[in-house]
């Protein structure tokens, strides 16, 4: 949806509140934690008809998730962090990426390149 430029409802569960910011890219509801939130259901439709109410919010917030997207989301972002990561947890392998391909190189010289994957535009590897 982010990509697509079009206004985002959440919750604050686990991983969602490092994407999304309350009035900034997203309404993001409440759980603050909770297992089984009382109103989550009330507080999601309160979301929906705030959006539905505000033509200027859903244009503000429709366009920031996109720009979130593309700073952040977009393929070669998503790609570029996911070699940091391979290489941060990674005991002598290098991994490499140019374009649309992921080199892997371990130290041992008989093997220099061990996997090699080639994403299409629509992310599917072959």
Known sequence: MMM????IITTDGYG???MFKSGENASVVKL?????????AEDLANAIVSLLHSEELCEYLGKKAYE??????????MR???????NEFSTGMVVKSS?????????????TIC??????SDGKSS
Not at 115 to 120: D, E, M, R, T, V
């Open 99 to 111: 374009g649309r391909q992921v080199q892997i190189f371990f130290p041992d010289d008989s093997a």
């Open 16 to 18: 969602l509140s490092d």
């Open 80 to 86: 570029m962090g996911y070699v940091k990561l391979m």
């Open 115 to 120: 996997g090699l994957a080639y994403c299409s």
């Open 32 to 40: 603050n934690g909770r297992k089984r939130p009382k109103n989550i």
């Open 4 to 7: 697509n430029g079009i206004p």
């Open 68 to 77: 979130a997207y593309k700073n952040r989301y977009q393929l070669k972002h």
